[in-house]
């Protein structure tokens, strides 16, 4: 299956503001220089099928600058903005943005943009400012480079060198992808949207399964305390006193209340029926206050039973 890497012409977008080339000593083309020896070596390339297309050496004076870009972009393959606060508010890069764009869409590819990062642009770290942006939200979309502290660097040192490698190894990996025909990446879609549903269904069931294993551990959570209480609330009648059975110890114990006071009673009931009886020179002496004693004592303990209930 072919490759954009296999392209008998292969073309680079080279995206950049003019005034901080020329502000930073042309830096800037000499990075393009270097970003385009890399490619071409690592692609097999020679200066006869691989450019790295940058509008101030391409464009002759005269010439009608968008006329000329868009027929320079739309033959290039992968686009490289340079990212800074004036080529973010340039409308000439806004152009060539909007231009690759479609570009992209035509070559049925959505990673073909790759940007640095080179001056820092406040709105580009502002989630809700990049999103609405017509050129922050490309590059915020795409996975971008920082080169912030290579602007301290020269182009020759290791660590910019190194960056650069990198750099150029991630356009390469984009470039030799299979080119998909238009029958592949329709079923290329079809399984996407197929797996991505798929993925949805799976995590709907295993959020279903939590969900049940979460109310089953409620319940069991629930009964276990509703155990607990019913066995506290058994143990705790088991050790009540039960009013309906007499306590051992009130139906051991004798109340000698009753007894005392009912005899007491008895004495001096039989005492004084003596006392009438001697009194009396005809009767028995002894007889009468017995016998009053016994019954006055039975009397007394019956009825101080029923007015002094034991206290057991």
């Known amino acids: 299956m072919p490759t954009l890497a296999e392209s008998p012409e292969l073309v680079g977008f080279f995206s950049?503001?003019?005034?901080?080339?020329?502000?930073?000593?042309?830096?800037?083309?000499?990075?393009?220089?270097?970003?385009?020896?890399?490619?071409?070596?690592?692609?097999?390339?020679?200066?006869?099928?691989?450019?790295?297309?940058?509008?101030?050496?391409?464009?002759?004076?005269?010439?009608?600058?968008?006329?000329?870009?868009?027929?320079?972009?739309?033959?290039?393959?992968?686009?490289?903005?340079?990212?800074?606060?004036?080529?973010?508010?340039?409308?000439?890069?806004?152009?060539?943005f909007d231009t690759f764009l479609a570009r992209e869409q035509a070559l049925g590819r959505n990673n073909l943009i790759f940007p640095i990062l080179y001056i820092t642009v406040p709105g580009l770290a502002d989630d809700a400012v990049w999103r609405n942006h017509?050129?922050?939200?490309?590059?915020?979309?795409?996975?971008?480079?920082?080169?912030?502290?290579?602007?301290?660097?020269?182009?020759d040192s290791p660590a910019y060198r190194k960056a650069v490698f990198q750099f150029c190894a991630s356009i390469v990996s984009a470039l030799r992808e299979p080119r998909l025909t238009p029958e592949e990446k329709v079923r290329q879609e079809l399984d996407l949207r197929l797996r991505k549903e798929a993925e949805a269904r799976n995590?709907?069931?295993?959020?279903?399964?939590?969900?049940?294993?979460?109310e089953a551990s409620s319940r069991a959570d629930d009964e276990e305390r509703r155990r607990k209480a019913e066995a506290d609330a058994k143990r705790s009648a088991e050790q009540a006193p039960n009013p309906a059975q007499p306590r051992?110890?009130?139906?051991?114990?004798?109340?000698?209340?009753?007894?005392?006071?009912?005899?007491?009673?008895?004495?001096?009931?039989?005492?004084?029926?003596?006392?009438?009886?001697?009194?009396?020179?005809?009767?028995?002496?002894?007889?009468?206050?017995g016998a009053a004693f016994i019954v006055v004592w039975v009397i007394s303990y019956f009825v101080l039973r029923k007015w002094f209930p034991s206290k057991a």
């Open 16 to 96: 950049y503001s003019r005034d901080d080339d020329e502000d930073f000593d042309r830096t800037l083309s000499s990075l393009r220089q270097a970003i385009g020896k890399e490619l071409r070596a690592e692609l097999g390339r020679t200066k006869q099928d691989f450019r790295l297309w940058q509008d101030q050496d391409a464009i002759a004076p005269g010439e009608l600058w968008e006329t000329r870009i868009t027929e320079a972009i739309n033959g290039a393959t992968f686009f490289i903005p340079i990212v800074t606060p004036r080529a973010v508010n340039s409308k000439h890069c806004k152009f060539e």
């Open 248 to 289: 051992p110890a009130a139906a051991s114990r004798f109340d000698w209340g009753p007894i005392w006071k009912s005899g007491l009673i008895g004495l001096v009931a039989g005492v004084a029926v003596q006392g009438i009886a001697s009194a009396n020179s005809t009767a028995d002496p002894s007889t009468p206050s």
């Open 203 to 214: 995590q709907a069931k295993e959020e279903q399964r939590r969900r049940e294993q979460d």
């Open 134 to 155: 017509p050129v922050l939200s490309v590059i915020g979309a795409r996975q971008y480079v920082d080169w912030r502290e290579f602007r301290s660097e020269p182009i």
